[in-house]
């Protein structure tokens, strides 16, 4: 079955720096790759997605992740967070299955 | 102006009640879904309708059915609850069913079952 996994989950970043967050799929053909964020209290954002073409995908808040189909990844990444980053993140693929998710926790 | 609104945001309730939850969509979407997240943050797809007709049915027990009066409604009525259902049940929309649709998630509604 198709699967994807969330190895981390807990992350703790200072504030300003970098954060990658690791997302794995399982699945012979090109997947559909979403990245959704999850406030506390709130539901889920959709942060980004991937389907096909460039495999470095922008999304909103200043996330990107980057489809690497030999390391069967999509990761995203923040180059500098922000305490309002402070969140659970979760990867999911077309089928509707979602990641366990990570919890982010950004320290000032 | 809510996207995806839900009622009530806290449910709570006694063992073997019958309760209902409700999702509207003003997106005009065609797609609507009902997730479950349990205390660990573990998100799983429970049903989907477009147009008001079922299109996901995952394994959940009969205790749980799905209603779409319009496709900008979907509720979930849950029949003799159990301690197990306790939970926080999200309800999502979608322009289509396609593979790359975005969905919109409403906030939630937590559901505690004593």
């Known amino acids: 079955a198709q699967s994807v996994t969330q190895p981390d989950i807990h992350i703790t970043v200072s504030e300003g720096a970098s954060l990658e967050l690791r997302c794995n799929y399982s699945y012979g053909a090109t997947p559909y790759l979403f990245w959704y964020v999850q406030s506390p209290g709130q539901g889920l954002q959709l942060l980004l997605k991937y389907f096909s073409g460039d495999t470095l995908v922008q999304g909103i808040k200043g996330f990107e992740a980057e489809f690497k189909r030999s390391q069967s990844s999509f990761n995203l990444r923040k180059p500098s967070v922000h305490w309002s980053d402070a969140a659970e993140y979760f990867c999911a693929n077309e089928k509707l299955t979602f990641g366990t998710g990570t919890r982010l926790t950004i320290i000032p | 102006d809510t996207a995806v609104s839900q009622t009530p945001k806290y449910l709570v309730t006694q063992m073997g009640n019958d309760k209902s939850i409700k999702c509207e969509q003003n997106l005009g979407h065609d797609t609507m879904y009902w997730y479950k997240q349990d205390s660990k943050k573990f998100l799983k797809i429970m049903f989907s309708y477009n147009n008001k007709e079922l299109i996901i049915n995952e394994t959940v027990p009969n205790r749980f059915s799905p209603k779409s009066p319009d496709k900008a409604h979907l509720n979930l009525h849950i029949n003799s609850l159990e301690l197990g259902d306790s939970a926080v049940y999200f309800c999502?929309?979608?322009?289509?069913?396609?593979?790359?649709?975005?969905?919109?998630f409403g906030p939630g509604t937590r559901l505690t079952v004593l």
């Open positions: 999502a929309s979608s322009q289509g069913g396609a593979r790359a649709d975005t969905q919109y």
